[in-house]
């Protein structure tokens, strides 16, 4: 019986590339319809990234998330290639029957006493979190620079540049995009703002605006019902909790197998911009909204991509930002251990295609959504990258995964170090699209605005 795991690494391996230069996106807008019943099912069971045409098997993808976080999850797996069957042969009266039998074996399954997972410490309060941060920590900034404003803009550009280059590409390894494209150092076609990534950041900063430091992180699951239809993997998850009552942080940690992904990875820069040079207030920010989806290991990730946005406004050498980032996560976590051992790959390489080969089989039984290979992808890019946002960029597509996550992080950070060139940010203009009713169309400048007038508000 093959692993979930060995069924997505075969998919993720023989994935070719939808090509971009002759195919359009498909996402969904602000009056899409969240799929029900037999229609969800089918959904889950097969799908493809709007703006990639990646596959996933978001079925699969449960239960190899469930065991990536130490549970024995065999009795998922044995009914795994049933289920498949039945989708093939449309079979939909079964196939309900034997999802919610999937879904009860995830819910049910054993700890799996032999998983490394265990043997690492994962706080989940705020107080907890912080006794395992390394001390001391750097003391956060006191006074506001009149300089935070045009970097908290080149931050969005940076986000929203990186996102649009990694859209096309995201889904699929290094090697197979490779084969499509050759070497990717620029947009593959026409970039596009649109992705389901930053919308969570601009409800934190709907929330923020009006609630400030004393915004709680059920101040924020409660925004997410009103403004979101519908989400993705943990997203999904902790939408569906919350509208069923269950709040922070029940929504992130109650049976969601994805509560390890790269949600809070890819949305907490948010927390960086409106903290500039005050890591430690990014970090405790970053928790109070990774909590509303995630936990553990997901929420460090979103901690560890805010302290490190935070930190770029007072310290310009990629490499030093992501070593100072470390100090804001729990040092005894598995998520720190995984960085430590990227790390210790890009310290002792000093040839960046070398360094991957090396750095690529530490993540063999992940998905490529989980926060782990992603952010192995966006160290290997900042450390490489040597500030240039073209050659990280190119770093990140021989990485691949989650490419337009990875890059709008990346991004970020470089943007606020230095401003993106115009051949990044000319191509994608003013304009922030997004499928939330009343944003549909934004302008980034005002967005950049808002989110300076908001950090210096609370400073």
């Not at 190899?64 to 065999?74: L, R």
């Not at 803009?153 to 990186?162: H, S, V």
């Not at 995630?294 to 770029?312: L, P």
Request: proline share 5%; with cysteine; aromatic share 10%.
């Amino acid at each position: 019986m093959k692993k979930a795991w060995q069924i997505e690494r075969k998919l993720r391996d023989e994935a070719v590339p939808m090509d971009r230069r002759i195919h359009d996106s498909n996402w969904f807008d602000a009056e899409f319809v969240p799929p029900q019943g037999d229609d969800l099912i089918q959904l889950f069971w097969k799908s493809n990234v709007p703006g990639s045409g990646a596959p996933e098997i978001p079925y699969q993808e449960m239960i190899q998330a469930q065991a990536n976080k130490g549970y024995d999850v065999s009795k998922a797996e044995e009914l795994l290639p049933i289920g498949l069957k039945l989708l093939k042969e449309d079979k939909r009266e079964e196939l309900r029957v034997v999802t919610a039998q999937i879904l009860a074996a995830l819910y049910e399954a054993p700890i799996d006493p032999d998983s490394a997972y265990h043997t690492y410490s994962h706080p989940e309060t705020w107080e907890t979190v912080l006794q395992e941060m390394k001390q001391p920590i750097s003391q956060d900034a006191k006074t506001w620079n009149d300089s935070f404003a045009a970097q908290i803009y080149q931050g969005w550009i940076g986000q929203l540049a990186g996102g649009a280059f990694g859209t096309a590409i995201e889904g699929y390894t290094g090697e197979q995009i490779e084969k499509v494209y050759g070497k990717v150092n620029y947009y593959i076609t026409q970039p596009e703002t649109m992705n389901d990534d930053v919308v969570y950041e601009l409800i934190f900063l709907d929330v923020y605006e009006e609630k400030g430091k004393q915004t709680s992180s059920v101040d924020l699951g409660l925004e997410w019902i009103k403004q979101i239809t519908f989400g993705w993997s943990a997203e999904w998850i902790a939408l569906r909790n919350l509208n069923q009552g269950l709040m922070p942080p029940l929504s992130g940690s109650w049976n969601n197998p994805y509560s390890d992904w790269i949600g809070t990875q890819m949305r907490e820069m948010i927390c960086g911009l409106v903290a500039p040079a005050k890591p430690l207030e990014a970090a405790r920010l970053a928790f109070v909204d990774g909590v509303v989806s995630h936990s553990k290991n997901g929420v460090y990730g979103g901690m560890y991509a805010a302290a490190m946005t935070a930190i770029a406004f007072s310290e310009t050498d990629p490499r030093n930002i992501v070593l100072q980032g470390l100090n804001y996560i729990p040092q005894n976590s598995e998520y720190m251990a995984i960085s430590k051992a990227v790390l210790e790959v890009c310290q002792n390489e000093t040839d960046p295609q070398k360094a991957w080969k090396k750095i690529e089989p530490i993540f063999e039984k992940y998905n490529w959504i989980h926060a782990y290979p992603n952010i192995g992808g966006v160290i290997y890019s900042l450390w490489y990258g040597a500030g240039s946002f073209e050659e990280s960029m190119s770093l990140l597509a021989r990485a691949g995964n989650d490419v337009d996550c990875s890059a709008g992080l990346v991004g970020t950070i470089l943007g606020i170090i230095n401003p993106i060139p115009e051949k990044w940010s000319e191509p994608i203009g003013d304009l922030l699209e997004t499928y939330i009713k009343g944003k549909e169309q934004l302008s980034i400048r005002e967005l950049a605005d808002k989110t300076a007038k908001v950090a210096k508000k609370t400073y």
